[in-house]
């Protein structure tokens, strides 16, 4: 922990990212740090999932038990989900929706296992948001003819003036940053809270202190995953239209 | 004028705590929905689960920006870009 903070007094207070190893990587110095281990533990717990619900998929049975019911229930809970919010265009984006609401439903409640969550990282945050601001733009383009999108980004003013352009552009741009910072800054102040509530009164947090874990880890994860797979499939739905 | 390096890490705390200031809209904001999705549930009981999906979707993004102000001073904090 860096000195000179208003924090001080507690000595314990960490909740920085570490470096572990660096190397360096066409004369640029590149350094592997915790978010990228965490990164991986999710990740290997996922395809650990993903293995055993093949598996267990590979023999099902027509009265699901045991296993075959709680993946069976994950992936309807998910289907119902997409179909709920996009509808007829639910189909296309149903995998990549599903992953991404596991991936970051995984990261944000690693909390409780200890480690840092790597959500709480705006390098994994950032690229999320990029995929789904590059979906929404590809969309836009795949489903409209160059026409069409001229007139909606000067939509309030007439196709022929196109002064209100550049603050629609704006309002394009602005979509990934408030997506990936909205998630990232979520997740960090629950990491921070806990940090201090650890750090600084470490010898009177007994019991109580798992209430907050409910509150900033599952509520706020919870949501905050939620929230995110809704914009996106909003966003997706307005760039599609009612295109078939 | 010359400031020293302590003096930057007071005005940085300041600036952190002003920019904490932030976290006054969303809350007003979010009790104005929540104000709202009781009396909508008070309404029409029977909607309760998808009034209370929306108001937490709007709540969620109404936090932005008080997520922002947060952002801010974090930053302000802890990785002081106004230290030379």
Redesign the interface.
Known sequence: M?Y???LSSGNDVDF?IHGLFKYSFFGHEVWITTSHVCVLIVILVLVGFAIAANIAMKKAQEIPTGFQNVVELIVEKLDGMVSGTMGKHANKFRNYIGTVFIFILFSNLSGLLGLRPPTADYGVTLPLALISFFLIHYNTIKHHTPKEIWVDKCSPMPPWLPLWMPINIIGDIAVPI?LS??L???V??GV?MMALVYGLIGKFALIWPAFLHVYLDIFSGA??T??FC??TMTYLSNAIGDAD | MEFNENFIRGCSAIGAGLALIAGIGPGVGQGIAAGHAAAAVGRNPGAKSEITSTMLLGQAVAETTGLYGLVTGLILMFVKPLLP
């Open positions: 860096n000179g903070i208003v920085m408030s910072l909205r990232f800054a979520n960090l102040s921070v949501i905050q939620y929230v809704m914009l």
